[in-house]
């Protein structure tokens, strides 16, 4: 298989080493340092069980690489616009592009048959905080697309080194919420790789299964500076996340989706990850911008639209949005 991982940071870095220890052909887009030290020294993944160093071909230019089998987008949501067109031409008829990203995709409506879908007659369903204007499901043919979540936690130490917990889990599945050849075949090609691959005939649920925990957990770890057993630990965080959480649940069902966990489950899972600083949080420790609306804004708009009320949760987008906003413009 030939793959490019555009984007080779914590999640994107971690697969590319993955599946090029497995034999497949790999390139990564990266920039500055990271794309210096790929170059210089290849990809190190290091996790409780193993070391592995992948020497790839890199450079900050997807087109530089040609037609690709996979295509994974292992950006942040507010990283795509620029990327998306350029990643257009590198696919033949059978190409999958795996987007592994936080929150809610911009592709979401996409082969969704729920009546809040339904409800946008007249014009392309689309979620308003993420692709208003459409540009981004114009900018990529839509059927290319496999939806993906993924549960693992990882983190760029070093300029090319990448430091995981050894759990590489994926979920992917149709947008349309069907069975298909090319995702199982794509969960088999993952799974020669060392990752554990769940396929999944209702790809919805599982991103909102996700979500329900990240909208919380990631926006108090970066507004309060806190791991997520720190979090685990204090009462009065806990007890905003589980709120939000609830908020969440609401907005799953008013989208058509199924709830697979309920407050306390995803509380208990969050538990189980450890010291582990989430995304959000390593982002404003970097003085990143943040995924904002991904995270936050698309699932307050959807349950908005569902008549759900989300009052923690618009709290929270509104402090998290000024965050972001002054690491984009530090003083």
């Known amino acids: 298989m030939k793959a490019l991982i555009v984007g080779a940071g914590a999640v994107g870095g971690a697969l590319a080493v993955k599946l090029a220890a497995a034999g497949h052909e790999v390139a990564v887009v990266a920039r ?5 030290a790929i170059r210089r020294d290849g990809l190190t993944l290091l996790d409780p069980y193993r070391r592995l160093v992948a020497r790839v071909s890199a450079s900050d230019a997807p087109e530089a690489f040609g037609a690709q089998d996979l295509v994974v987008l292992g950006v942040k949501a507010h990283q795509l616009a620029p990327l998306l067109p350029r990643v257009g031409g590198l ?9 592994m990203l936080n929150g809610i995709p911009w592709w979401y409506f996409d082969g969704d048959d729920s009546p809040l879908a339904r ?3 007249g014009g392309p369903a689309r979620i308003a905080c993420l692709d208003a204007d459409g540009a981004l499901a114009a900018a990529l043919d839509t059927r290319h697309i496999v939806g993906c979540v993924v549960h693992a936690a990882a983190e760029v130490v070093a300029p090319g080194v990448i430091r995981a917990n050894g759990h590489y889990r994926y979920v992917v599945g149709e947008p349309r919420h069907c069975a298909s050849a090319r995702v199982d075949a794509l969960a088999a090609e993952l799974r ?9 005939a209702r790809i919805r649920d599982a991103i909102w299964m996700k979500l329900i925990g990240n909208a919380s957990f990631n926006a108090v770890a970066a507004l309060a500076r ?3 057993d720190q979090i685990c630990a204090n009462p009065a965080l806990l007890e905003l996340v589980r709120g939000v959480m609830h908020e969440m649940i609401a907005a799953t069902r008013a989208c058509g989706c199924t709830p697979l966990v309920d407050v306390e489950q995803r509380v208990a899972i969050a538990r189980g990850i450890g010291a582990i600083k989430p995304s959000t949080l390593q982002d404003v420790e970097r003085g990143r911008r943040l995924e904002v609306q991904a995270l936050l804004g698309a699932p307050v708009e959807l349950g908005r639209r569902g008549g759900v009320a989300m009052p923690l949760s618009a709290a929270l987008l509104a402090l998290l949005d000024e965050l972001d906003r002054r690491l984009a413009s530090p003083g």
């Open 91 to 99: 696919l033949q008829p059978h190409s999958v592009v795996l987007p």
């Open 119 to 121: 409800a946008a007659a």
């Open 192 to 200: 020669t790789a060392g990752c554990e691959v769940e396929v999944s």
């Open 32 to 36: 500055g340092a990271q794309l210096e």
């Open 226 to 228: 806190t791991r997520m």
